[in-house]
């Protein structure tokens, strides 16, 4: 007898695979499909190049996203009991070394001889006013103000721009002190002075004046002539000494425009602790610092004021804690698949809806008349 393929001339290999495997056959969630029934067309072809496409962005956007990780920032207040903090300094005064005073006036009644605790090197002005990436507090090197509305290309405005994995290892390096240019010869019409110094937790003000100014001294008082205390500042940072890190003053300069200038810097120092993980995992790492914001106030004074750079910083009793952290590569696995998953779906879903658009428009064109899968009905059998 035959069977109703072979009556209507049908092959039944056509139309799937044979059922071998037995039982688990029975449990395939994969049904296969003929080559002969899978028809290729201009449509899906354009589809599959965009979902390629897009997929790829999707790609590259979710492993860029993982690369840099995600930062937290959170504000808490100091529990650490800290007595004492550095301050790093490197600043060029356009007045001999010899005419300079230098101290620290704490908010605990202690006076410290900075002068004796820091060096202080003769050097010209000329090797450092026109020194690559020198400009003005609030503005940027083409002298441009800056309102934070946006970065300057080439130029780290603020304090750590960076991601935090580049703070942390360029944190670990060797911090050195640079050379004093050589003065080749040329008469030193400023001087250097540059260091740390250890001073009290507690509010302070960091000055340099003329000497026999500003305090009951003996000694000769200075020619108000000689008065000059145009700045530039290449480092002014406190804890420990991270040349790497970018601090609001690094880089500035200010001119004085008579003998009597007074330039005052107000800072408010946060303790700031980068981490490169979470604090207390495994493999995480950190580092200590602290970051300020400053404002300035620069002004000619009258001969009964004492003139000179003033630098008054206050500690605030909170602490900033700046984490980055990565999800795991398995997890970042799990959602390489969900994006692409979710690309093929969507491509998918985006092919069938304009094959069934076009299906439509089609058969409007002919007059809404279908032949069927078949073909065409005969009016009559014979």
């Known amino acids: 007898m035959m069977n109703g393929y072979e009556k209507h001339d049908l092959d039944d290999e056509a139309f799937g695979a044979k059922s071998g495997g037995g039982i688990v056959s029975a449990f395939d969630a994969f049904p296969k499909s003929k080559p002969q029934y899978v028809q290729r067309t201009a449509g899906g072809g354009k589809w599959t190049v965009a979902m390629i496409f897009f997929s790829a962005i999707l790609l590259w956007s979710e492993v860029g996203r993982w690369w840099r990780g995600s930062e937290t920032h959170t504000f808490a207040v100091e529990k650490g009991v800290a007595h004492s903090l550095d301050i790093n300094i490197d600043i060029v005064v356009k007045m001999r070394c010899s005419d300079l005073h230098i101290n620290v006036q704490d908010a605990a009644g202690d006076r410290i001889l900075a002068a004796s605790r820091l060096t202080r090197d003769p ?141 005052q810097y107000f800072m408010s120092v946060v303790p700031t602790v980068y981490s490169l993980g979470e604090p207390g995992r495994l493999g995480s790492r950190s580092i200590v610092t602290n970051q300020y914001a400053v404002t300035e106030q620069a002004r000619e004074v009258s001969d009964r004021i004492i003139p000179g750079i003033f630098f008054k910083y206050d500690i605030e009793p909170i602490a900033l804690n700046i984490v980055e952290s990565r999800d795991g590569f398995f997890v970042f696995l799990i959602k390489i698949i969900n994006v692409l998953s979710g690309a093929l779906v969507a491509g998918h879903w985006g092919f069938r809806l304009s094959d069934w658009v076009t299906d439509v428009l089609g058969k409007r064109r002919r007059g809404g008349h279908s032949e069927g899968m078949l073909g065409s009905k005969p009016a009559h059998f014979e």
């Open 123 to 263: 050097t010209a002005w000329a090797h450092w006013v026109d020194a690559s990436g020198v400009h003005r507090l609030g503005r940027d090197e083409n002298g441009r103000r800056v309102t934070g509305e946006g970065w300057t290309i080439g130029h780290d405005e603020g304090f750590g721009e960076e991601h935090i994995h580049d703070i942390v290892a360029l944190g670990r390096k060797r911090a050195r002190w640079g050379k004093t240019p050589r003065l080749w010869g040329a008469e030193p019409d400023s001087c250097r002075i540059f260091g740390s110094l250890e001073l009290n937790k507690v509010q302070g003000d960091f000055h340099i004046t003329a000497r026999g100014h500003g305090y009951m001294e003996f000694g000769e008082h200075l020619n108000h002539d000689v008065f000059n205390f145009s700045h530039i500042i290449s480092e002014f940072s406190f804890g420990a000494f991270l040349p790497s890190l970018a601090n609001p003053l690094d880089g500035t300069t200010d001119v004085a425009t008579g003998h009597f200038h007074k330039f």
